[in-house]
Structure formats: structure tokens, C-alpha cells
T-cell receptor
Framework: GQQVMQIPQYQHVQEGEDFTTYCNSSTTLSNIQWYKQRPGGHPVFLIQLVKSGEVKKQKRLTFQFGEAKKNSSLHITATQTTDVGTYFCAVLLRRAGGTSYGKLTFGQGTILTVHP | GAVVSQHPSWVICKSGTSVKIECRSLDFQATTMFWYRQFPKQSLMLMATSNEGSKATYEQGVEKDKFLINHASLTLSTLTVTSAHPEDSSFYIC????????????FGQGTRLTVV
């Protein structure tokens, strides 16, 4: 199955600094999703990337999918204390024919702490 | 977005007893639900796929007789942890996928199980 390695495991930043987490795979990925999980909470969907070289932005968050579709990154500009949480990448398993199955394989997650 | 409700949000039980966790899709019909387990500071690990009207599909290494899954209707799946032991203490999260093949996963709030 498709597996992703996510780094770093932990990231501590001062408020205002930037933050980046990376996901890498040895195989070509059909898609990659990003989720945020606040402490004590459940994962919340942020975005899905499917196209080679795709870049999407959500306010201070920038998501990239590599040209070879083997890696992805999430970058947060000028972190705020509200950005605290664990960020996961995940791959959505698709059936033959391309229809979504819904089964997700998660990366290990990056725990972000922001010091005010 | 779609709403998935999970109950209870936390439970403490004695070793040897069974605990039932409910996952409901509140505003859509969920043909498939997924049950994950998450240990502290770790990623979400898929335990099983719950299919409405049929048997659940368990991931490798997950004991189907210990983690009973029932998906009797299009809006409800239950996970029963039977004969719970302290090592079963964890955060259990469900997610749901509707008929329309939405790409994002909608997660319940999670259930924190502590077995004493």
C-alpha cells in the first residue's frame, strides 16, 4: 500500500516564525491530504492535492505536491498560537478506476508548538 | 461540511469489562465508516472498515473478536471493545464516507478510553 514518511516529528517555533512539515513516499502518490488535529481534538481536513506540482494556499498556509508526486509539504507563514497542533499528511486509497474508497493512510504527524 | 458524532467522548472502565462506542453521521448517509486508534503523540492507525449491512474488514493485526464492529444502519456504526485491558487504553476515532464519494474524511470527536 501507499505509505508516507513525515518529518519532523516535533517543531517548536516562536510566534511569528515560519513552519514547514514534509511528507515523502518511495512510490508515486495518487493524492495527498493534509489534516490538523488540535490537542485533545480530532483531525480536521485542510486540503487535498492531486496534480503534479500543484500549489494551493489558504491564508498563511501553503501546500505543495511535488512534480513526481512523491512528496508534499505544508508551510505556515508567521505562525500564531492558534496554529498549535499536530499536522498530518494522509493518502486516500482509491479503487481501481479511480473512485474514492475513503480509507486513509496517515503519516506520523508533526507536532507544532508555538511560543508566544 | 458533514457532521459525524461520536459518543461517549471519554470512558473509564474496569479491566475485563466491555465498552461500546457509537459513531453517527448526522446529516448524511454513511455507507462506509472507519475506525482508528491513536496512542499519545502517535499517528492514527486504521483498525477496521465498517460497511453498512455487511461484515467489517479488519486491518492486519487487529483482533476481530476483541473489537466488534456493527454497522446496522446508514447512520450508525458501533465499536465494542470486549474484555478490555489496560493496553487497550487509547483514543478511538471514527470517520465516515457518504455515498457521493466526497474526498475528505469527516471525523467524530473521538473517544478516550481508559481501562483501569
Amino acid at each position: 500500500g501507499q505509505q508516507v514518511m513525515q518529518i519532523p516529528q516535533y517543531q517548536h517555533v516562536q510566534e511569528g516564525e515560519d513552519f514547514t512539515t514534509y511528507c515523502n513516499s518511495s512510490t508515486t502518490l495518487s493524492n495527498i491530504q493534509w489534516y490538523k488535529q488540535r490537542p485533545g481534538g480530532h483531525p480536521v481536513f485542510l486540503i487535498q492535492l492531486v496534480k503534479s506540482g500543484e500549489v494551493k494556499k489558504q491564508k498563511r498556509l501553503t501546500f505543495q505536491f511535488g512534480e513526481a508526486k512523491k512528496n508534499s509539504s505544508l508551510h505556515i507563514t508567521a505562525t500564531q498560537t492558534t496554529d498549535v497542533g499536530t499536522y498530518f499528511c494522509a493518502v486516500l486509497l482509491r479503487r481501481a478506476g479511480g473512485t474514492s474508497y475513503g480509507k486513509l493512510t496517515f503519516g506520523q504527524g508533526t507536532i507544532l508548538t508555538v511560543h508566544p | 461540511g458533514a457532521v459525524v458524532s461520536q459518543h461517549p467522548s471519554w470512558v473509564i472502565c474496569k479491566s475485563g469489562t466491555s465498552v461500546k462506542i457509537e459513531c453517527r453521521s448526522l446529516d448524511f448517509q454513511a455507507t462506509t465508516m472507519f475506525w482508528y486508534r491513536q496512542f499519545p503523540k502517535q499517528s492514527l492507525m486504521l483498525m477496521a472498515t465498517s460497511n453498512e449491512g455487511s461484515k467489517a474488514t479488519y486491518e492486519q493485526g487487529v483482533e476481530k473478536d476483541k473489537f466488534l464492529i456493527n454497522h446496522a444502519s446508514l447512520t450508525l456504526s458501533t465499536l465494542t471493545v470486549t474484555s478490555a485491558h489496560p493496553e487497550d487504553s487509547s483514543f478511538y476515532i471514527c470517520s465516515a464516507k457518504g455515498r457521493l464519494g466526497n474526498t475528505e474524511a469527516f471525523f467524530g470527536q473521538g473517544t478516550r478510553l481508559t481501562v483501569v
